[in-house]
């Protein structure tokens, strides 16, 4: 089965292309033709994850996936959420990390849980897949891995940061690959 995974980020195609299973073919979005930025204009997670393929699907015409992820941190009502990609006005992970500890500062409520949803659509139909994985905002940056906010999440059970973790450990754990899982599961079952 041909997907074309609705993403023009590296790091999320780099953490989800090892979970895919042999009978999906991956198409990115520069083998589509697509340059554009895909809208996400919603205020929820998985409003924006079914936007993004349902532009892919209504102006290609390809069956695909789309995957949309946030911070959610309890004693800040949720923020950054869907906001996450630039919460401080920018794509620049050290000043939305920055802009997070600054407004955890005497906080002593660091819950935390990271979110993702993919929505898949084929010939259609739409179907979503949430991951999720709680944990704490820690007080500075540790680690030189992953991505985005993981330098200061901690999910439950660990001691280490994301950012501390190898790829594989992440993948075995991470709120990206539970929802991926879901996905290939449906797809391995239903299609």
């Given at each position: 089965m041909k997907l074309v995974f609705a993403t023009a980020n590296?790091?999320?195609i780099n953490e989800v292309l090892p979970l895919?299973?042999?009978?999906?073919?991956v198409l990115s979005l520069v083998d589509i033709g697509c340059s554009?930025?895909?809208?996400?204009?919603?205020?929820?997670?998985?409003?924006?994850?079914?936007?993004?393929?349902?532009?892919i699907f209504q102006k290609y015409g390809y069956n695909c996936f789309s995957e949309d992820s946030g911070l959610e941190i309890e004693a800040l009502d949720g923020e950054p959420?869907?906001?996450?990609?630039h919460?401080?006005?920018?794509?620049?992970?050290?000043?939305?990390?920055?802009?997070?500890?600054?407004?955890?500062?005497?906080?002593?409520?660091r819950r935390a849980q990271f979110k993702t949803v993919f929505t898949l659509i084929v010939?259609?139909?739409i179907n979503q897949f949430t991951g999720i994985?709680?944990?704490?905002?820690?007080?500075?940056?540790?680690?030189?891995?992953?991505?985005?906010?993981?330098?200061?999440?901690?999910?439950?059970?660990?001691v280490r940061t994301f950012a501390e973790?190898?790829?594989?450990?992440?993948?075995?754990?991470?709120?990206?690959?539970?929802?991926?899982?879901?996905l290939t599961s449906f797809i391995n079952n239903n299609l």
């Amino acid at each position: 089965m041909k997907l074309v995974f609705a993403t023009a980020n590296k790091n999320k195609i780099n953490e989800v292309l090892p979970l895919i299973p042999a009978s999906i073919d991956v198409l990115s979005l520069v083998d589509i033709g697509c340059s554009e930025e895909i809208p996400e204009t919603h205020g929820t997670i998985e409003a924006n994850s079914q936007e993004k393929a349902e532009y892919i699907f209504q102006k290609y015409g390809y069956n695909c996936f789309s995957e949309d992820s946030g911070l959610e941190i309890e004693a800040l009502d949720g923020e950054p959420g869907v906001y996450s990609a630039h919460y401080a006005g920018t794509r620049d992970a050290a000043q939305n990390i920055n802009l997070v500890l600054l407004n955890m500062r005497g906080i002593t409520n660091r819950r935390a849980q990271f979110k993702t949803v993919f929505t898949l659509i084929v010939e259609g139909n739409i179907n979503q897949f949430t991951g999720i994985v709680t944990g704490f905002i820690t007080d500075a940056p540790k680690g030189n891995g992953g991505f985005g906010y993981d330098p200061i999440f901690v999910p439950d059970g660990s001691v280490r940061t994301f950012a501390e973790f190898t790829q594989a450990e992440k993948s075995a754990v991470s709120h990206r690959s539970k929802a991926f899982g879901l996905l290939t599961s449906f797809i391995n079952n239903n299609l």
